[in-house]
């Protein structure tokens, strides 16, 4: 089994669209950003609301009492497959769990969270995407018992008033995990790239390392594990779902359209960065062809329609794996200090995607 060495995880981001790849303008290190800062994006802030959990839902959202729905950003809940059927149902036990150690009601069936609402409005599925935290008892400010006197909040905003009967929430110092990196730390499901969590991913990639490193939750299964990407048998299985391959870089460019390949077989694993996407990799003002020939791991959405290809869309979803490398977030650099012994790997078998 292929290991990695101790290494730092960063983020890279790449290129301006069009440009062949000859022509990629020099790496700028990023700008220095307080780390106290930075963390404190993640954390509660004034203003954001309490609200009353009345269920979990099967994808592992928060049904709130008002009938609005949380969707819990940044976190990608595990599937099941033939092979795994169970890490579902763990993780949506984990987070009933986490519900009742840290924001049970005193005396009442009541879970109470405290949303950090990341859009004002429902996704297409009329979810909420927010960090979503635990109060602390002591900075609770009691209501008076309105129940009855209020209609439920809006949907289109999670940061309206909480849920008639519920407790306004002073905001609480920033050193409480969001639920989020908690169930990340326990292996209960993969840190998920997005634009609205992109401050608080360094942490979340230090959560995931934590348990992959200790082989808690779908960490444990082989057939969830990081992939090799010549392992064609590991790709097939986790097909339709976000998976983490990892491999050796190569970038081809094509009519400003970039082909990242990470394996031996030319034909198999691809991942993709279109022109429109590069635009908004190049902000970073980073340059990906200083990371050609060094081990990467890729993390997104596997389509095997045409071969196993991924859409490079965020440059969170692209990590380097080469030792001592800088981070490019402007927070602490991750780092795993072992190797990563959950690669799963299959360099023997013959591709079955030919183009």
Known sequence: MNTLLPCRTASVGALRAGLAVAALLAAKPAPAVSRITAEASCAPAPGDASAD?????????????????????????????????????????GLEGWLVEQAHEPGSANHIVLLHALAAVPDRWNRIPALVFAPRRND?????????????????S??????????????????RRSAT????????????????????????????????????????DPHLAVL????????????????LVQGVLRIHESRGTLYLTLGHDRWGFTAVLSRRSAERFAKTGLD?????GTPVRLRG????????????????????LEPGTETVHPIAATSE?????????????RSRWKR
């Not at 990906?288 to 050609?292: E, F, M, R």
């Open 228 to 243: 090799d990407a010549d392992d064609t048998d590991g790709l097939a299985a986790q097909a339709g779902g976000m998976v």
């Open 53 to 93: 959990v009345a269920a979990v839902t099967d994808d592992l959202d928060l049904k709130l009492v008002d009938g609005r729905l949380i969707r819990l950003a940044g976190f990608d809940p595990p599937r099941a497959t033939a092979a795994s059927p169970d890490p579902p149902a763990q993780a949506r036990r």
């Open 140 to 156: 609770r400010v009691m209501a008076p018992d309105i129940a009855g006197a209020a209609e439920p909040a809006p949907t289109s």
């Open 288 to 292: 990906l062809a200083d990371y050609s």
């Open 181 to 220: 990196e908690t169930l990340l730390a326990k292996g209960l499901g993969r840190a998920k790239p997005e634009r609205l969590v992109h401050e608080c991913f360094p942490a979340f990639l230090r959560a995931e390392q934590a348990a992959r490193a200790e082989n808690l939750g779908l960490w444990a």
């Open 301 to 320: 959405e596997l389509d095997t329609r045409f071969g196993p290809r991924m859409d490079l869309t965020d440059p969170d979803q692209v990590e380097s």
């Open 337 to 349: 200090k072992a190797p990563d012994d959950n690669l799963r790997t299959n360099r023997t078998a």
């Open 158 to 175: 999670a940061t309206s008033a909480p849920p008639s009967g519920a407790s306004p929430i002073r905001s609480a110092p920033p050193d």
